[in-house]
Nanobody, 126 residues
Framework: QVQLVESGGGLVQTGGSLRLSCAAS????????TGWFRQPPGKEREFVAA????????KYTDSVKGRFTISRDNAKYTVYLQMNTLKPEDTAVYYC???????????????????WGQGTQVTVSS
């Protein structure tokens, strides 16, 4: 089992920044792919970013490239999502997730991920 707890969400103005954290406990966190997904109001949950076990492979959805950065600190069992130049369309509940079946390749589909956090709300005001 892997338990995930997100934090760092909140209300921010357009152009502002937030850093989300995902703290893990349970199984050996450092071996697995970790990703961030989000669910905008009234929409389906979608992929945002993910990285492999040591952070040398990352993937981002096109809408956040150049603005968001995913990183991890395996010694602290934590994955981060630095979000800069936020836009109202970034408003969503953000979830972190762990894929225990991959460690080099980085899936972008939800069904590849085995454990999920409870989510943290990010609201960007215009």
């Amino acid at each position: 089992q892997v338990q995930l707890v997100e934090s760092g969400g909140g209300l921010v103005q357009t152009g502002g920044s937030l850093r989300l954290s995902c703290a893990a406990s349970g199984r050996t966190f450092g071996h697995y792919v970790t990703g961030w997904f989000r669910q905008p109001p009234g929409k389906e949950r979608e992929f945002v970013a993910a990285l492999n076990w040591n952070g040398d492979v990352t993937k981002y959805t096109d809408s956040v490239k150049g603005r968001f950065t995913i990183s991890r600190d395996n010694a602290k069992y934590t994955v981060y999502l630095q979000m800069n130049t936020l836009k109202p369309e970034d408003t969503a509940v953000y979830y972190c997730a762990v894929d225990v079946n991959h460690y080099k390749t980085v899936p972008t589909t939800q069904d590849a991920y085995d454990y999920w956090g409870q989510g943290t709300q990010v609201t960007v005001s215009s």
